[in-house]
């Protein structure tokens, strides 16, 4: 079993940034993939970003390619989402999710899931 907890999420205008963390406890952390999804209000969750057990491995969807990056601490079994030049559409519920599989998790088939924390972006 893995327990994520997320935060950093808050209200910030457009342009700014933003960074989350995803705390995780249980075992294994290093072994896992680990994945940001957002999902804003009536609107289907989506895959922001993965990163592997490596650090090299990182994935991102289009429209945050440039802006957001990806990061690991397998030390403090935490994961990141620096966010830069947010936009109003990038307004949603953050979650943190991971996986043993990396098709998985760019597919949102996730084991283990996060609470959420919510960014909000102001025009």
């Known amino acids: 079993q893995v327990q994520l907890v997320e935060s950093g999420g808050g209200l910030v205008q457009a342009g700014g940034s933003l960074r989350l963390s995803c705390a995780a406890s249980?075992?294994?952390?290093?072994?896992?993939?680990m994945g940001w999804f957002r999902q804003a209000p009536g609107k289907q969750r989506e895959f922001v970003a993965a990163?592997?057990?490596?650090?090299?491995?990182?994935s991102y969807t289009d429209s945050v390619k440039g802006r957001f990056a990806i990061s690991r601490d397998n030390a403090k079994a935490t994961v990141f989402l620096q966010m830069n030049g947010l936009k109003p559409e990038d307004t949603a519920v953050y979650y943190c999710?991971?996986?043993?599989?990396?098709?998985?998790?760019?597919?949102?088939?996730?084991?283990?899931w996060g609470q959420g924390t919510q960014v909000t972006v102001s025009s």
């Open positions: 990163i592997g057990w490596s650090i090299q491995s990182t």
């Open positions: 999710a991971a996986s043993a599989d990396y098709y998985k998790v760019l597919h949102g088939q996730c084991d283990y």
């Open positions: 249980g075992r294994a952390f290093s072994s896992y993939v």
